[in-house]
């Protein structure tokens, strides 16, 4: 009889390449198709080559070679050539044949593709897959959404395939229905973000202010990944700083700085905004890309905007110690609001999320992998319903024991001259979170008085709406919306 396979896979980039030999490693068959077909018989030939892997050439042949429930997923460019994929396969498809995609996908997108499937008497499933082009091929963290009854059928080859913890725990499981799996994926990008933002700015105080070579730098972020800060992130600034170009400098000062970004971090911050869940940590952290994007017009600025000199002078080891205080600090912030987002997401959407099971799914083969997630799990498993990590009892003691080296790096780099836009936003976010009372009563007083748009008064009941005519001409006609 010949071979059918457990799954298959379309969109043979590299991604789908390691995934499908990461498949091949772990015992299952995998049947390939990619729309420009050579690519097939290139795989077949060099990477696949004495494996188990079935090349096919058109869309029919690698249905055929499907076992029932047909298994399909798809590793393609988010967005119109996922619904293509889709229509194409349709007519070669039965009830109860799974659709996979595992590409980086708007979660509303994934939404719509699961009731448009499921009317149809198919099953679709959206999830992230993160960890790069390594994890692909040696363990991602796998992050599964879509229709409820694909998880069983999918369930084994996912949590085989993926990076595992803690005593063989993988790291995937179920996040929830519609859109939750590439929800999650889109909050560890904007995430992932943050850190990434943090620990740039962690080295620039050290570069500019602390005038540290990238030696120097290497050998710091060395022994900062044998702390709190223990992540893949730490791991790679370590050794990205201790990389020479040809000539033996290094080479992170030969890449010129204007970052790129493909879009999921600019989604998280949408969502926040439509849900209203103030992520300032992660949006800090996409307008940076986008200030180093303005290199020409920062190049001529930099020629007649003047400020201090940007020396930083005392005790350096001590004020690097600071910096890596400042740099764990503004981290649990960006969790703390990730975590806010995905919370109102979750209500907003009718999700049951399992906050310490997203937080294991993150420990392991994903790019914010870390010590510190085991952390988090252990918060919401104490208390599921925790409403942010900042009142759990150990991240409480984290902030404090940070609070004072974190308020001192940032008045410092205030004073210098070097931005710190996502530490300042962190201790920012965490002073008004801690405050009782914020000015919004003088900005509601402002709003009533142009637009009437109405306050709330602290002398009566919530819910209970007033307007005053400030200038004695405005008549008492309020607005019909109010929106603290």
Known sequence: METQADIGLIGLAVMGQNLVLNMNDHGFTVAVFNRTVSKVDDFMADQAKGTKVIGTHTIEEFVAKLKRPRRIMLMVK???????????LLPHLEKGDIIIDGGNSLFQDTARRVKYLEDKGLLYVGTGVSGGEEGARHGPSIMPGGSPAAWPHVKDIFQGISAKVDGNVPCCDWVGEGGAGHYVKMVHNGIEYGDMQLICEAYQLMKDGLGMTADEMHQTF??????????????????????????????VDKILDTAGQKGTGKWTVISSADLGIPITLITEAVYSRCVSAL?????????????????????????????????????????????????????????????????????????IRSRFLSKIKDAYDANPKLTNLLLDKFFKGEIKKCQRAWRNVIATAAKKGIPTPAFSTALNFYDAYRSERLPANLLQAQRDYFGAHTYERVDKPRGEFFHTNWTGHGGSVSSTTYNA
């Open 78 to 88: 988010a967005g119109a050539a996922v619904d293509e994929f889709i229509e194409h």
């Open 295 to 367: 290199k020409d017009e920062r190049v001529a600025a930099a020629k007649k905007l003047k400020g201090p000199n940007r020396k930083i002078s005392g005790d350096r080891a001590k004020f690097v110690e600071q910096i890596r205080l400042a740099l764990y600090a503004s981290k649990i912030i960006s969790y703390a609001q990730g975590y806010m987002l995905m919370r109102a997401a979750a209500k907003e959407n009718n999700w049951h999320l399992n906050y310490g099971g997203i937080a294991l799914m993150w420990r392991g083969g994903c790019i």
């Open 222 to 251: 060395t022994e900062w990944n044998k702390t709190e800060l223990d992540s893949y992130l730490i791991e790679i600034t370590a050794g990205i700083l201790a990389f020479k170009d040809t000539d033996g400098q290094p080479m």
